[in-house]
């Protein structure tokens, strides 16, 4: 029962995010710094928008390069508020400079919004303390933050690669049951389509973050690692033969229509994601996987293929469902691979510049909607006689930080639940509520949130 539950991927997860955050605060409290602990756990918040706790094989070289950005933007925004340069040029030019890191990589791009939150933290710091306090404090603080998920790491070991194993296992289950619901129905592929096409970038998103987990564990270099090597090898060669795709529609249907391909492709379809439901929970909670076989349902999808001869998609389903029900039997991939390959896309910084200096990047054009909206919202502060409109710009950034890739529907989710935070905040002062009900109402939604924030962001 214990195994179960801490081994599950968001009490695991949610346990790393609520420490991090809340340690610094606990022991702020103790000391009876409060105010100091509550301004060093903001740095894992920025850290956390960076992403700077991915596993990966450059694990310490971002987090140097986080703290250097973050430290580097507090300095900049102190010295040219110090020189009356107006916010928004401030904000503007952060946001143009910045914006070069999304060409670099996917990964990298996730330094900008952090980065300008860490400019838009220090707004609130500059003025009531030295210039170079805030800098230690998001020195130390990402420090702090890298220490404790690299330790966290290490005493988990494989575990995080193992979450993302059984992730990607269940989302391949899930993706073989639409697939093949859909292809043995009379479904307009226009709106088929999309769906799946969203499912099939889970999957590959899923691969990508299992590559950098290998390269950070070093998986080639244990023999308990092999096995997980090997389960992502498995995990491959499943993504192949699932995924592949069958442009001839109406030849699905007239295999349907003549025979009871239906049910047969289906029963296949539901025997292979079942068995990736149950290997994705073996993975997860460190068991040993049973035999399995399929004989019965490859056979009847080769008589259907037998009966008709002249119709590939028979063919085409026995011969893919074979090489499946091979890869779950003898619990091997197909062929070897070199796996531990540098196989992330990652331009050096030159030509990443010249790329974003082209007016057809879409780096460029994302930097430029944030400045924009920055400076809306700086101007909107001016407006409202606020010297230091930090509430506006942070909520303005929190809603849009991954642009509109995360869709409109979780922009409105971010709108609303910073708006709640605001009004739960405001309230809290308003009533002049005890500083322990209001940690501890912290630290319940903050364990609460990371609980579900994968399955249900919009709560979160």
Not at 188 to 205: E, G, H, M, N, Y
Not at 327 to 355: C, F, G, I, S, W
Not at 411 to 429: M, N, Q, S
């Amino acid at each position: 029962m214990w195994r179960r539950l801490i081994y599950h991927p968001e009490v695991n997860y949610a346990l790393r995010q609520t420490l991090v955050l809340c340690l610094p605060v606990a022991i702020g409290l103790l000391l009876g710094h409060l105010q100091q602990g509550l301004l060093f756990s903001l740095v894992p918040a920025c850290c956390n928008i960076a992403g700077l706790d991915t596993p990966h094989k450059r694990f310490f070289k971002r987090l140097i390069i986080g703290g250097c950005l973050f430290a580097g933007c507090s300095l900049v925004v102190q010295l040219l508020l110090a020189q009356a340069i107006p916010l928004p040029f401030i904000l503007s030019g952060l946001a143009l400079l910045l914006g070069v890191t999304a060409e670099i990589s996917s990964l990298h791009a996730r330094l900008l919004p952090a980065s300008l939150i860490a400019a838009i933290f220090t707004l609130s710091l500059a003025g009531n303390m030295p210039i170079w306090e805030p800098l230690l404090i998001y020195a130390f603080g990402t420090l702090w933050y890298g220490v404790f998920n690299w330790f966290w790491f290490w005493l988990w070991r494989e575990q995080p690669l193992r979450e993302s194993l059984s992730l990607l296992y269940r989302e391949l289950a899930d993706y073989c049951e639409a697939k093949y619901s859909l292809l043995t129905q009379h479904t307009d592929p226009s709106t088929a389509l999309p769906p799946l096409l969203t499912r099939q970038q889970k999957v590959v998103d899923l691969i990508t973050q299992c590559y950098q987990q290998m390269h950070m564990l070093a998986a080639n270099q244990r023999n308990d690692h092999k096995r997980l090597l090997r389960a992502f090898q498995m995990g491959l060669d499943l993504q192949e033969h699932i995924s592949v795709s069958l442009h001839q529609p109406e030849e699905v249907q007239k295999l349907v229509e003549r025979s009871h391909a239906e049910a047969v492709i289906r029963w296949n379809a539901q025997t292979v994601a079942a068995r990736l439901r149950v290997l994705a929970d073996d993975m997860l909670y460190h068991r040993f996987p049973k035999r399995f076989q399929m004989d019965k349902q490859i056979e009847a999808l080769e008589k259907i293929a037998r009966q008709h001869p002249d119709n590939p998609v028979g063919h085409f389903c026995a011969w893919h469902f074979s090489r499946i029900a091979r890869v779950l039997h003898t619990q091997r991939p197909l062929y070897a691979r070199d796996l531990m390959a540098d196989k992330e896309r990652r331009l050096p910084l030159l030509p990443a510049l010249k790329n974003y200096l082209s007016l057809k990047s879409p780096a460029l054009r994302n930097a430029a909607r944030i400045s924009v909206m920055l400076s809306v919202a700086s101007l909107m502060g001016n407006a409202l006689h606020l010297p230091k409109p930090y509430w506006i710009l942070m909520t303005v950034l929190f809603v849009t930080q991954n642009g509109y890739g995360a869709t409109r529907v979780r922009i409105v989710h971010r709108a609303a639940g910073t708006l709640a935070g605001l009004t739960i905040a405001g309230l809290t002062l308003h009533f002049h509520v005890p500083e322990s009900y209001t940690l501890s109402g912290m630290l319940l939604i903050t364990l609460l949130s990371y609980l579900i924030i994968r399955k249900h962001y919009g709560w979160a």
